[in-house]
């Protein structure tokens, strides 16, 4: 099992930055793929960025690609998210997922294949 503790939302204006972090903790994490998922007021979750276990590969959403990085310390059971540009329309609580499954090849975008979730972390961009 691997349990997630999300941190650095926060209260940006629109242009400015921010760096999320996951802090996992249990066995497998090094051999997770993990994804960061993003959730607006009504809306339902949305894939933003991944990174398969080996950091190796990533993936990002339209959305956010050429803005937001995706990294991962698995020295330090840590997967980050940095967000530039931030824009008003980024605003959601935003969470990190494990991969159900071991080592997968490929990235999954559907949050039914994220088994294990953070309690997720604000982000609000004023505009």
């Not at 059971?77 to 969470?95: G, P, R």
């Amino acid at each position: 099992q691997v349990q997630l503790v999300e941190s650095g939302g926060g209260l940006v204006q629109a242009g400015g930055s921010l760096r999320l972090s996951c802090a996992a903790s249990g066995r497998t994490f090094s051999s997770s793929n993990m994804g960061w998922f993003r959730q607006a007021p009504g809306k339902e979750h949305e894939f933003v960025a991944g990174i398969t276990w080996s950091g190796g590969r990533t993936y990002y959403a339209d959305s956010v690609k050429g803005r937001f990085t995706i990294s991962r310390d698995n020295a330090m059971n840590t997967v980050y998210l940095q967000m530039n540009s931030l824009k008003f329309e980024d605003t959601a609580v935003y969470y990190c997922a494990a991969d159900r499954y071991p080592r997968r090849e490929y990235l999954r975008y559907s949050k039914y294949e994220y088994a294990y979730w953070g309690q997720g972390t604000q982000v609000t961009v004023s505009s």
